[in-house]
């Protein structure tokens, strides 16, 4: 009697699955080596930009960057500490509560990213003019060092009421808001605040936080504000 042939056993179903486990595996193990292979052009260009961009300076021998050396990257000693918003705001309200005690006109408003100390001009500068008052000068300085205590970015903006004026110093109140406002710059750069940490901008009448129909909100209107840059 003749033997019947024999029929191959198939595989177990587990081991297809298996075979394309090791298969993604497989994949997954060149793509990590692809991505480890590092291009030194392109690595130096990363190291360049994280360095200027936290102000430090990166010294490349020419012809880029020899394998196996270190590099020699030079950053600050010091940075500015980072301020908490309620470092921030205690100081300010220090400054607030110094501003009402001098005499001066002065709110604090604050926004999402930054504080504004809002100042009345009339007791800060003459009519028409970005001269302060000498007797002004003491709490710009004051309110210069308690800003300085916490080294925070600040801008000092001018800001007028509607109405014009046009002088040959001051053809607009554009010049005068900005005037103004480079004035307490200066003071506080005289005083040993940060360059690198401020800036002015004058905004003329173009941003009213009172109406211009009346002496008092024209009064209002008239201010130095600064600005105060929060973390975020």
């Not at 940060?194 to 905004?203: E, T, V």
């Amino acid at each position: 009697m003749r033997k019947k042939k024999q029929e191959c056993k198939s595989f177990p179903a587990w081991l297809t699955s298996f075979g394309d486990l090791m298969s993604l595996l497989l994949t997954f193990f060149i793509l990590l080596y692809s991505m480890s292979t590092i291009s030194l052009e392109k690595f130096e260009q990363v190291i360049k930009g994280l360095s200027s961009a936290f102000g430090g300076e990166v010294i490349f021998q020419e012809g880029g960057i020899p394998e196996g050396t270190n590099l020699n990257i030079q950053m600050p000693k010091t940075y500015p500490k980072m301020r908490s918003r309620r470092e921030i705001e205690e100081q300010i309200a220090k400054i607030h509560k110094m501003l009402q005690q001098k005499g001066l006109k002065a709110e604090v408003a604050k926004y999402a990213t930054e504080i504004k100390i809002r100042i009345n001009t009339n007791k800060l500068f003459p009519p028409g003019s970005a001269t302060p008052y000498r007797s002004a000068l003491p709490a710009i300085k004051e309110m210069c060092d308690k800003l300085k205590a916490i080294s925070v970015p600040i801008r000092i903006e001018g800001y007028t009421d509607s109405i014009p004026i046009k002088t040959k110093e001051f053809p607009s109140n554009w010049e005068l808001s900005a005037a103004r406002a480079v004035a307490v710059l200066r003071i506080f750069e005289k005083e040993g605040y940060d360059p690198k940490l401020m800036s002015a901008a004058g905004f003329g009448p173009t941003h009213p936080i009172a109406p211009n129909t009346t002496p008092e909100g024209r009064e209002k209107n008239r201010r130095i504000e600064i600005a105060v840059e929060l973390p975020q």
